[in-house]
C-alpha cells in the first residue's frame, strides 16, 4: 500500500518507519528542511532505542523515503496519516492548525479515492472537522479514521509492533476494511483491532493519558501523607498495586511527569469539558499535584541547606522527562534547575542522551559533565531527577569519594535508603522513611 505520513515527529517517525518495515511504501512528508536534510543523510534526529537501524534498513530497501514535496507525495498516497503537532494553545486546549492544514492539503492534491488517518492527539470532534474540509474542497471520495497512538517513548518500536490494542474510530465498512489490511500484521496474536466511532475514539486516547496521569498524580499525593505520618509509600505502594484491580504499574512517586503526551493531553480534557460545559475535577487536581511535585524536589534541596545556595554547586543526574529518550518537553529537571539557579547554586548536570536538547533549551546557564562521576565530583549535594539504568547502581565509594558532602536528593526512589546511608550518605527521597 502506499502511505503518506506528514509529520516526522516522534509518532510519524515511528509510524512511518514501522508501516514501511511491514512491506508498505511510505513517504514521509516534513517542511522542516533541516529534519528531512538529516534524514536523508541518515542522521535521525530523535534517540529512540532501534530506530535508526530501522530507517537505514528501509531505506536502503526502498520502502521509505524522506522529503518536503507535501503535494507530490499526497497525490500518489492512497493512505494518508496525519501526525503533526498538537501543542497547548494558551488556554490549555490543542492548537489544530496543523491538522487542519494537512486536510486542505490533501484535498488539494487527491487524485483519487484517499483514507485519511488522524494520528495527531486531538480532542473530540476533530474528525468531523476535517471531514468538513474534505468535503468542502476535495474532488474525490474519502474516509476519514480516528487512530490513536499509544507509543511509550523508549519502547516505541516494541509498542507498535506488539500492541495491547490498535484503536479505530471509522464510519463506515470501506475504512474498516482498509484497517484491517493495513494492521493485519500486527494482531496474528490475538490483540485486538477496536472499532468504533470517530469520537469515542478519540476521547479514548485522552481517557487513557489521563487515568495513567492520575496514577502518578494520586501515588505522589500517597507519599506526601506518608513523610507527615512517617510511612513507608514503597510499601504502600506494592500493597494497593498487588490488587488486580489496581496493578503496580504507574504506582512510583517521584518528581512528576513530563513529556509530549501527559501533560498536554490532561489539560486538553479538561479544556475539552469545559467547552462542553463541564468541570472535571479529577483530572484539573491531577495536573495540580503534579505541576506542584516537579517543585517539591529542589524545595527539598532548599529546605536542607536553606534558601540562599549561593556557593554551593549541585549535581543534577537526568535531564529528560523519563528514561530511554532524549524528549525534554515539561521534564521535571527543568523545573528543579531553575529554582537551584534562582536561589544561587551552581549547577552541573548529566544526562546520557539528553543533553544537546539540555544544551538548546538552557543554554550555557549549567555545566554539562560528560560522565555521571565528572558531573559529581565536588558537589555539595547530587539530585537524581531521572531514572536512568546507569544510575541505579553506581559505586557509591567511588561517589561520595567524590563529592563535596555525601548528600542524595533521590527523585525516583531508585535506591534502598538503607543501603545509601550504609555508605555513609545523608539521604533524601518521597514518602520513605
Known sequence: MKITVVGTGYVGLVLGTCMADMG???????????KIEALKAGRVPI??????????????????????????????????FIAVGTPSAKDGSADLSGVFAVARSVARNATGHVTVINKSTVPVGTAAKVHEILAAESKHSFDV?????????????DDFLRPDRIVCGVANDRARAVMEELYAPLVRTGKPILFMDNKSAEITKYAANAFLATKISFMNEIAELCMRVGGDVDAVRRGAGSDSRIGSRFLFPGAGYGGSC???????????ARDHGYEMKVVQAVEDVNDA????????????????LSGLTICVWGLSFKPETDDMREAPSL????????????????????????RRIIGDRITYASRPMEAARGADALVLVTEWNEFRSPDMDELKAAMKQ????????????????????????????
Open 293 to 308: 511535585q516537579k517543585a517539591k524536589l529542589a524545595d527539598m534541596v532548599l529546605s536542607r541547606f536553606g534558601k540562599d
Open 47 to 80: 534517540y529512540e532505542p532501534g530506530l535508526d537501524q530501522l530507517i537505514e534498513r528501509n531505506v536502503r530497501e526502498g520502502r521509505l523515503s524522506f522529503t518536503r514535496e507535501v503535494d507530490a507525495s499526497l497525490a500518489v498516497a492512497k493512505v494518508v
Open 406 to 433: 555525601p548528600i542524595l536528593f533521590d527523585g525516583r526512589n531508585i535506591w534502598n535508603p538503607a543501603d545509601i546511608r550504609g555508605h555513609g550518605f545523608e539521604y533524601r527521597c518521597f514518602g520513605r522513611p
Open 145 to 157: 479514521v480516528s487512530n490513536p497512538e499509544f507509543l511509550k517513548e523508549g519502547a516505541a518500536i
Open 335 to 358: 523545573v528543579v534547575i531553575d529554582r537551584l539557579l534562582a536561589a544561587g547554586a551552581t549547577v552541573v548536570a548529566y544526562d546520557p542522551e539528553a543533553q544537546h536538547e539540555a
Open 262 to 272: 501527559f501533560p498536554k493531553d490532561v489539560r486538553a480534557l479538561v479544556e475539552t
Open 24 to 34: 508498505h511504501t511510505v513517504v514521509c512528508v516534513d517542511n522542516d528542511e533541516r
